[in-house]
């Protein structure tokens, strides 16, 4: 089977898994690598050490699987139906953790894809990621044409917006590959404009120190002195939710999506007291698994 064929194959099982996007890119050093290396130079990272330790992976796919040839690029969105979307302006959950854990379910769909492109092509090397994988996740789903980078740093697709989970499997196998697409963002600024704590610094770069999401999420030892995390106990949607790209986005068709019963009760921030055991159980099987009971109790004291 030639490439085209393959890769045409490969999408179309991707689709029927429910990925919403997917592309295909060569396993080349990514040409914003200098720039992520720039950025952590500068300390934008926090306490992030994951990406300095890792960082010379991040820079060739080769040093992640050797003989690598292609990356094969996915998404799938977790855009809010239109009866949840006005919990977007006041929930002090992030959206991207309503329902069950991105990772374990995109990964399973991967798996998946690549039992079949086993089958489609015996002896073919694979390696998949969701997340944590030391991949520069974003630029690899621009370069397979999945969409552009927005000036809030995340992959935005005409059509899907940028409420979108990424994965992708790196392989040994040659693809047919895809074009990049055009930057749609011109001379909007509303992420920027909305971000309260000033973290996009510049158009497409953001300080991982004065973000809420990595405040919540990421930030580990206690909040600096003063922090208003804006209502939010963990992750941030403000620069996603006034995206005009995201407000004509169709509603993310994945059922393991849907926010779990307990997400839609939290409303109000200040009355957040879970015991460690109730807490234990509300992050289970959720994106929130990451989050420590301690942090979870500093996030409610400044939020
Ligand atoms: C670290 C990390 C974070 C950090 C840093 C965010 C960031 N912008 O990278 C924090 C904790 C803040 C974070 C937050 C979120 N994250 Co996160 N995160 C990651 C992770 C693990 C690594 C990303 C990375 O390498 N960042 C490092 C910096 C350097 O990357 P960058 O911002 O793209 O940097 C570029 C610019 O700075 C630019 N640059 C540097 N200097 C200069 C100078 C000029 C002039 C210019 C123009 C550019 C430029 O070059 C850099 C490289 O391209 C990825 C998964 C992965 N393996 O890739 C998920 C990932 C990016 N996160 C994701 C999500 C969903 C989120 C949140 C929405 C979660 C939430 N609701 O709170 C928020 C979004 C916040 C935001 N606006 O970005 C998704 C994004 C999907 C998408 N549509 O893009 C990913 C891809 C995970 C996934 N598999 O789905 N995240
Ligand atoms: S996630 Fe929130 S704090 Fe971080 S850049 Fe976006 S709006 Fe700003
Ligand atoms: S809000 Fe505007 S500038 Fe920001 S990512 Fe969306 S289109 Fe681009």
């Excluded at 403000?238 to 019963?261: D, I, W």
Aim: charged content about 20%.
């Amino acid at each position: 089977m030639n490439a085209v064929e393959k890769t045409q194959k490969l999408k179309a099982k991707a689709l029927s898994l429910g990925f919403e996007l997917s592309g295909a890119t060569r396993a080349v050093p990514s040409p914003q690598y200098p720039d992520f290396l720039n950025w952590l130079s500068k300390g934008y990272a926090g306490e992030m050490g994951y990406l300095e330790r890792r960082k010379e992976e991040r820079g060739d796919p080769q040093k992640v699987l050797a003989g690598a040839q292609s990356i094969f690029c996915v998404a799938l969105s977790y855009n809010p139906s239109a009866e949840n979307y006005p919990l977007l302006e006041k929930h002090p959950i992030s959206c991207y953790a309503w329902g069950q854990d991105y990772h374990k379910v995109l990964l399973e769909k991967l798996e998946a894809l690549a039992a079949y492109w086993r089958e489609l092509e015996p002896g073919v090397q694979m390696k998949s990621y969701v997340d944590t994988g030391p991949i520069l996740e974003k630029n690899y789903a621009a370069a397979a044409g999945l969409g552009w980078i927005g000036k809030n740093t995340l992959l935005l697709n005409k059509k899907f917006g940028s409420f979108l989970f990424l994965g992708e499997i790196i392989s040994s196998a040659e693809l047919a590959y895809d074009e990049t697409t055009d930057n749609l963002c011109k001379s909007c600024t509303a992420c920027m404009d909305a971000c309260p704590v000033d973290a996009l610094e510049e158009a497409g770069v953001l300080n991982a120190n004065k973000c809420i999401s990595y405040l919540t999420l990421e930030h580990r030892s206690a909040l600096p002195e003063n922090t208003n995390l804006h209502g939010y106990l963990a992750g941030c949607d403000l620069c996603q939710t006034v995206c005009p790209y995201n407000a004509n986005a169709p509603e993310g068709q994945e059922p393991s999506f849907q926010p779990r019963a307990e997400v839609l009760q939290l409303s109000n921030p200040s009355t957040v007291s879970m015991s460690p055991e109730v807490f234990k159980q509300f992050t289970q099987n959720s994106a929130l698994e990451r989050i420590k009971y301690p942090m979870w109790v500093r996030n409610s004291q400044s939020s």
